[in-house]
């Protein structure tokens, strides 16, 4: 499992560590993943997901994962969250030609 989250494509990022001496020692900064269950209005289930905290703030402040899901582009999303946008389109389309 990479240290990458679905939603937002955060990774590992590299660096120095600097010393009060100014030596520079590398060092990797990892994204803060958190393993959420988030439901979804449209499908009317619970999706697992391995997003970054700033990720599950940014869903809760765009109103749940149907909308941020709806605004993100395709290149960020992992390959499952691409399937689930793609799933949630289809049903949001079907519900708007039934109505």
Known sequence: ???RC???GKGVQTGNLVS???RKTR???LPNLVNVTLVSDA???AVRLRISAAALRSVEHRG???AFLAK???EELSQNARELKREIAKKR???AAAA
């Open 1 to 3: 499992m990479s240290r």
């Open 6 to 8: 679905e939603l937002t």
């Open 20 to 22: 009060h001496s100014n």
């Open 27 to 29: 060092t990797r900064f």
């Open 43 to 45: 499908l009317a289930r």
């Open 64 to 66: 749940g994962l149907d």
């Open 72 to 74: 993100a582009r395709e």
């Open 93 to 95: 389309d079907e519900a």
